[in-house]
């Protein structure tokens, strides 16, 4: 079965770096969409980035742009998220998730998520 699993999260001071990857399973992935969302409390899910299969193709919310960078590695099944200038708004548990095809911004839109990580930047 397919199964993603996120690594990478903890505790951080606001300015600091972080990188969280993500590590897929179960299938080939050629031609999949990856990307990275979040919760935070009291929040719904929200997109933060999605990458395509060659990446040459990136898309990221405006609230990370200039401060996350996506990367992926397809001998590995493997992407990161390079998280830096963390601020405490960026405070949330961080999902992976796939699709086929290009990238798209809703959570619906994506088949398959991993179980998330948790970040939490201090003021």
């Known amino acids: 079965q397919v199964q993603l699993v996120e690594s990478g999260g903890g505790l951080v001071q606001a300015g600091g770096s972080l990188r969280l990857s993500c590590a897929a399973s179960?299938?080939?992935?050629?031609?999949?969409?990856m990307a990275w969302f979040r919760q935070a409390p009291g929040k719904e899910r929200e997109f933060v980035v999605a990458i395509s299969w060659s990446g040459g193709s990136t898309y990221y919310a405006d609230s990370v742009k200039g401060r996350f960078a996506i990367s992926r590695d397809n001998a590995k099944n493997t992407v990161y998220l390079q998280m830096n200038s963390l601020k405490p708004e960026d405070t949330a548990v961080y999902y992976c998730a796939t699709r086929y095809g290009p990238s798209r911004i809703g959570g619906y839109e994506y088949d398959y998520w991993g179980q998330g990580t948790q970040v939490t930047v201090s003021s």
């Open positions: 179960g299938r080939t992935f050629i031609n999949h969409t």
